[in-house]
């Protein structure tokens, strides 16, 4: 569904990603580890288009996606909830994921219409679905920080993404935040067939959860593989989980 | 959920009608009633608004002409500032130099009498069209910067357009400007101006409200809060600001009609920066995140020159001391402070949307 084909970014000298590959087959559970500065999130900012690659290829269902816009790269199917709780302050919870649907249904132009009556049930069910409903009117600024970061792959739902990206969607929640929303993964991933790419500093959710592991390092890829191989490989323990960052 | 299962939530993708019942959906495994209770956009303020209607229709029976005037002056300037506020309390666009498109408006509509002898009416339509398109050119450049980089754009090229305004003397008649354009009848005294302004005012504040609680009103207030985010749900943030400014500037032309309408003249000041920075100032004074804020804004200030314009000359400072005061001590506006003072639960704050 996805593959990344020895891609580069530099931000001025330095290499941020540094010829990392990556594939994603439809319907799995991919995860990509690595320390903090590793270059996770610049990854994903090339596949999701908000930068553009120096060199490389990002093929997407078939077609190249490198380069493109953010919002062509949603519109052909995938969505991205990110690191740091990126919403819409001062809208409603509603709202905020309502302006997503909007978008996803051609209907960001409609002039006439009350915005109110449109939209609704898909929507609702999306809050339903992540558990925001009882807290549908309020502001977004106002929720709580594991709220926000749930409404942030609420928001991506929105989008009805075929590749679902999120970006250490667990940062900074309680322990029963985490166990809540990596249930929702799972959900998502099973129930709703949405292909899952994140990253995620907790390596024993990594390891239960994930059905592909990619390491990388220094913005390069060690290894991409199954967990159990990711556990045996040597070259792993060293320069990862037997170093400091374990 | 069984694989097979599995396969055809995905393949529905998000909707798909239950067979058995016609008033469900099924929708990411949950089950919703089809018709959802709608809550109308009821405007809080219905009653209010209808009743200040009607004593409006009814003033010119008592008022005396000046009044009659001054209202008038406050309709024109609010459904600027509202035209403005568009833009840019629910856009988070810097349209620092919104002026451009009322003189636009103005001179538009007073050209096409003045020079081709083109029927009022005919004048009237196409100068809110000339000024969505001159919108159009300005914010096709300006929408490919962001921020304080826009405004700036935006008050270089709409001081371009003052310049010719100010500078070609035999078309637009240079820093005397026109006056005593010929006018239709019944726009000739106070009492038949005051109400086609009002009513064009009243249509226009009406479709406004429609446009911000529209999905496109939804769509330009994410961009406001969070263009990036806009971008990554699949929104054309550029397009979309560009398409915010064409309208803002079409009702911004319908303003400089409506001031051609009332004062039968026209000169360079409509289009000047000074003129931007009161409609600005308007907009932050009444609280530019409220829909109504900007014609409190536009009042305050016309009532304040007004009043000030008999004592002193120095109109401009008076608007600086109340642009800073406003700063200080009001940086939500009039509206945003009596929202804050009055709000009647603790739980109406947590309400979004256009109010
Ligand atoms: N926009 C940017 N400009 C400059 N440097 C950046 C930018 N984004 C990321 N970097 C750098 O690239 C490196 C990789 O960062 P990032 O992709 O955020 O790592 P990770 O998500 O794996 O922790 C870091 O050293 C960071 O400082
Ligand atoms: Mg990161």
């Known amino acids: 569904m996805l593959r990344v084909e020895s891609i580069y970014k530099s931000f001025d000298d330095f290499m941020a990603v540094n010829g990392a590959c990556l594939t994603v087959e439809r319907g799995a559970l991919v995860a990509v580890i690595g320390p903090n500065g590793a270059g996770k999130t610049t990854l994903f900012n090339l596949i999701t288009g908000l930068h553009k690659p120096d060199r490389g290829k990002i093929i997407f269902e078939g ?174 323990q060293e320069a990862y989980l037997g170093g400091a960052d374990a | 959920m069984s694989a097979e299962n599995e396969k055809t939530v995905y393949e529905s993708a998000c909707i798909r009608e239950n067979p058995r019942s016609k008033n469900e959906i099924v929708m990411y495994g949950v089950m919703l009633p089809k018709h959802m209770p709608i809550k109308l956009a009821a405007p809080r303020w219905l009653w209010l608004t209808l009743a200040l209607l009607l004593a409006l229709l009814l003033l010119p029976l008592a008022a005396p002409l000046f009044y009659i005037y001054i209202i008038s002056v406050i309709f024109v300037t609010a459904l600027l500032a509202m035209s403005l506020n568009l833009v840019l309390g629910y856009g988070g666009v810097y349209q620092f130099h919104h002026a451009v498109f009322y003189g636009v408006g103005a001179y538009t509509a007073t050209l096409l009498i003045t020079e081709l002898a083109m029927p009022a009416w005919l004048a009237f339509a196409a100068g809110p069209v000339v000024a969505a398109f001159t919108g159009l050119l300005i914010g096709w450049f300006c929408v490919r910067l962001t921020k304080l980089y826009f405004g700036m754009l935006q008050i270089a090229l709409g001081s371009l357009v003052w310049v010719i305004a100010y500078r070609w003397y035999d078309v637009t008649g240079g820093d005397n400007g026109i006056h005593d354009i010929p006018m239709p ?141 406003l700063i200080f001590f009001l940086p939500e506006g009039v509206m945003g402070w009596a929202r804050e003072r009055f709000k009647p639960r603790a739980s109406k704050a947590d309400q979004g949307g256009v109010s």
């Open chain 1, 63 to 236: 077609q190249e996606i490198g380069g493109l816009a953010p919002y062509e790269i949603c519109r052909r199917g995938v969505a991205r909830a990110f690191q740091i709780a990126n919403i819409f302050p001062r809208l409603s919870v509603f709202e905020n994921v309502q302006v997503a649907v909007f978008a996803r249904q051609r209907q960001s132009h409609n002039l006439f219409q009350p915005a109110q009556k449109l939209a609704r049930a898909e929507t609702d069910a999306i809050l339903q679905s992540t558990g925001l409903e009882s807290q549908a009117r309020r502001v977004a600024g106002a929720l709580s920080h594991g709220d926000q970061r749930i409404l942030e792959i609420a928001i991506a739902l929105g989008s009805q993404p075929h590749l679902l990206i999120l970006d250490e969607p667990t940062a900074g929640m309680s322990p029963e935040e985490t166990a809540k929303t990596m249930n929702l993964v799972q959900q998502l991933a099973r129930a709703r067939g949405i292909t899952i790419l994140f990253c995620e500093h907790d390596m024993d959710i990594v390891f239960s959860v994930a059905q592909s592991i990619m390491v990388m390092r220094h913005g390069e890829t060690i290894i991409q593989a199954t967990p159990d191989e990711v556990r045996q490989n040597h070259q792993v």
């Open chain 2, 185 to 325: 009848e019944f726009l000739m005294s106070f009492q038949g101006a005051y109400y086609f302004i009002l009513i064009i005012t009243v249509v226009c504040v009406a479709l406004m409200y429609l446009i911000l609680n529209s999905p496109f009103g939804a769509t330009l207030q994410a961009i406001r809060d969070n263009p990036e985010r806009c971008e990554a749900i699949g929104v054309n943030v550029r397009q979309h600001q560009l398409i915010g400014i064409v309208i803002a500037s079409f009702f911004g032309g319908v303003a400089g009609v409506l001031f051609v309408a009332l004062e039968r003249s026209v000169f360079p000041g409509l289009l000047f920066w000074v003129l931007s920075l009161e409609i600005l100032v308007m907009c932050l004074l009444g609280g530019w995140f409220t829909f109504a804020g900007p014609i409190l804004g536009a009042a305050i200030v016309v009532a304040l020159r007004t009043v000030a314009s008999r004592y002193t000359d120095y109109w401009t400072t008076i608007l600086g001391i109340v642009l800073i005061l």
